[in-house]
T-cell receptor
């Protein structure tokens, strides 16, 4: 079982370049999430999608856009990358129809902006 | 604004010791509290707690929630080097169908052989 798959695993960008991080889950989950993790900051929610066709801002949405392409896929786009967006990005999914289920995480994308 | 605070931020102990990690929270519309272990990559799920006073246990790890005092603890007994990791506490909030997690900063646990 693949679970939550993120691509790419690593990426280096120059300031001002654009980039889309891809996330796909094969668990038929309704909700999907994008987080960033910085040293000493824990995971902070960027955007989430409670169901196909809906997206909502999280704690740190500035500089990002998202697309819930279908039930499986949720992408995160940086339109004009900035050094402050250097981070590890995690995608997660959750089956909200069943209480007591945890979020499942992908392995992360390590992004460096020069 | 929802807030989750973990303590200590970092802990170094010897193999065989027992450790207690703390998580306090101030949130709106609490649904559950979750503990994750993070080694090199993705956080992996440990426990989900929804009711006060009921201990969840898995091997040497256990956790309990106090909804009156708004905190949870994660205990690890007879620690091993494989327990070295960042332990993350998260609180699920929101109405059913629109939930989200707010994470604490994590506790970095290091076990010395």
């Amino acid at each position: 079982n693949a679970g939550v798959t993120q691509t790419p695993k690593f990426q280096v960008l120059k300031t001002g370049q654009s980039m889309t991080l891809q996330c796909a889950q094969d668990m038929n989950h309704n909700s999907m999430y994008w987080y960033r993790q910085d040293p000493g900051m824990g995971l902070r929610l960027i955007y989430y999608s409670a169901s196909e066709g809906t997206t909502d801002k999280g704690e740190v949405p500035n500089g990002y856009n998202v697309s819930r392409l279908n039930k499986r896929e949720f992408s995160l786009r940086l339109e004009s990358a900035a050094p402050s967006q250097t981070s590890v990005y995690f995608c997660a999914s959750y089956r909200r129809a069943v209480e007591g289920q945890p979020q499942h995480f992908g392995d992360g994308t390590r992004l460096s902006i020069l | 604004e929802d807030k989750v605070v973990q303590s200590p931020l970092s802990l170094v102990v010897h193999e065989g010791d027992t450790v207690t990690l703390n998580c306090s929270y101030e949130v709106t519309n609490f649904r559950s509290l979750l503990w994750y272990k993070q080694e090199k990559k993705a956080p992996t799920f440990l426990f989900m707690l929804t009711s006060s006073g009921i201990e969840k246990k898995s091997g040497r790890l256990s956790s309990i929630l106090d909804k009156k005092e708004l905190f949870s603890i994660l205990n690890i007994t007879a620690t091993q080097t494989g327990d070295s990791a960042i332990y993350l506490c998260a609180v699920r909030t929101g109405n059913f169908g629109n939930e989200k997690l707010t994470f604490g900063t994590g506790t970095r646990l290091t076990i010395i052989p």
